[in-house]
C-alpha cells in the first residue's frame, strides 16, 4: 500500500505526533524543507502503513492535522522557479500556514490546499492585476485570481486556495513562489501603475473542470460547459448547478465556490 503525506496546521503538532510515532521502526519519514524554504513552508510527515494505526491514535486523541495525501515521489524540478525576491526585502505576506489539504476533485492525482496568510494581502491585488496577463480581478471582493503553469490560485485578503500542484514539494514551491510574487510586487509598486477595473480572464474550462459534468440540463443549459461559459459572462447563478448545491455533487461544492469566488461570479 502507498504511504501517506500528513501534513499538520502547526508545526509543534508535528512535532508531538512525530515523537509518538518513533516506536514504529523505519515507517515514519520527517520531511523538511531545503535551508532556503526553512520558515516559508512547513514540513510534514511521510507515514508508511505499519505506522498508520498510530496516527489514527494521535488523531482521535485530538491531533490536528491539514490532510493526508498518498505519497508521490517529488520531480526533479519541484523547486525550482521560485520567482525573484522583493527588491528591499519587503514582507506584506508575513506567516503562512497549511489549513487544508486533499487530492484534487477534478484530478486526483494533484493537490488542492488553502493557505493562511498572516497579513491583509489585499492592497497588492490592484499591482498584480496591472502586471500578471490572464488573471481574474474581483476589487468587491476583494479577490484576485491567476494561473502559476497549470496551477490555479485564488488569493483572498488572509488566504489562498490553490489547485493543481502535483505533489507536496511542487506545493512548497507553489507557496514560495507566490510569497515572493506577492512581495516582489509590493516592493515595486512606486513603479507601477495599479489596475483598478474587475476583469475575468479564466478560461471557463476551469470552471468545467470543477462542475460534474454530467450535462444534466438542470441549470436550463445544454452542456456544463455552456453553463460555465455563462456564469463567467453573469448569465447564470452558481447554485443554479443544482446536483452540487445540494444534488448528489454536493462532494464538488468547496473547489467550485472557492473559484467562484476568486472569479467573482
Known amino acids: 500500500m502507498a504511504d501517506l503525506v500528513v501534513v499538520f496546521q502547526a508545526v509543534d503538532e508535528l512535532k508531538r505526533v512525530h515523537r509518538a510515532l518513533a516506536g514504529v521502526a523505519g515507517a515514519v519519514r520527517l520531511v523538511e524543507p531545503p535551508p532556503h524554504l526553512d520558515g516559508l513552508v512547513p514540513p510534514y510527515l511521510v507515514i508508511a502503513d505499519p505506522a498508520r494505526p498510530a496516527l489514527y491514535d494521535a488523531i482521535q486523541a485530538g491531533a490536528v492535522i491539514a490532510g493526508h495525501v498518498w505519497h508521490r515521489q517529488p520531480l526533479p524540478d519541484a523547486l525550482e522557479d521560485l520567482g525573484p525576491p522583493a527588491a528591499d526585502g519587503a514582507d506584506v505576506v508575513g506567516r503562512v500556514s497549511i489549513a487544508f489539504v486533499a487530492p484534487c476533485i477534478a484530478e486526483d492525482d494533484h493537490l488542492r490546499l488553502t493557505v493562511q496568510i498572516e497579513r491583509d494581502i489585499s492592497p497588492v491585488f490592484p499591482y498584480l492585476n496591472a502586471v500578471?496577463?490572464?488573471?481574474?480581478?474581483?476589487?468587491?471582493?476583494?479577490?484576485?485570481?491567476?494561473?502559476?503553469?497549470?496551477?490555479?490560485?485564488?488569493?483572498f485578503p488572509h488566504r489562498a486556495a490553490i489547485a493543481r500542484?502535483?505533489?507536496?514539494?511542487?506545493?512548497?514551491?507553489?507557496?514560495?513562489?507566490?510569497?515572493?510574487?506577492?512581495?516582489?510586487?509590493?516592493?515595486?509598486?512606486?513603479?507601477?501603475?495599479?489596475?483598478?477595473?474587475?476583469?475575468?480572464?479564466?478560461?471557463?474550462?476551469?470552471?468545467?473542470?470543477?462542475?460534474?459534468?454530467?450535462?444534466?440540463?438542470?441549470?436550463?443549459?445544454?452542456?456544463?460547459?455552456?453553463?460555465?461559459?455563462?456564469?463567467?459572462?453573469?448569465?447564470?447563478?452558481?447554485?443554479?448547478?443544482?446536483?452540487?448545491?445540494?444534488?448528489?455533487?454536493?462532494?464538488?461544492?468547496?473547489?467550485?465556490?472557492?473559484?467562484?469566488?476568486?472569479?467573482?461570479?
Request: glycine content about 8%; charged content about 25%.
Open 132 to 155: 500578471l496577463p490572464h488573471a481574474a480581478y474581483n476589487p468587491q471582493g476583494p479577490t484576485f485570481t491567476f494561473m502559476d503553469g497549470p496551477r490555479l490560485i485564488s488569493l
Open 165 to 265: 500542484a502535483r505533489e507536496m514539494q511542487d506545493a512548497w514551491r507553489t507557496i514560495a513562489h507566490l510569497v515572493r510574487t506577492i512581495n516582489h510586487t509590493w516592493s515595486r509598486r512606486d513603479t507601477i501603475e495599479p489596475l483598478y477595473e474587475r476583469r475575468v480572464r479564466i478560461s471557463a474550462l476551469e470552471l468545467f473542470s470543477r462542475l460534474p459534468r454530467t450535462n444534466c440540463r438542470a441549470c436550463g443549459e445544454l452542456t456544463c460547459l455552456a453553463f460555465a461559459a455563462k456564469l463567467l459572462q453573469g448569465e447564470q447563478r452558481i447554485e443554479n448547478c443544482t446536483p452540487v448545491f445540494g444534488g448528489e455533487h454536493e462532494r464538488l461544492k468547496g473547489a467550485l465556490l472557492d473559484i467562484a469566488a476568486g472569479l467573482g461570479v
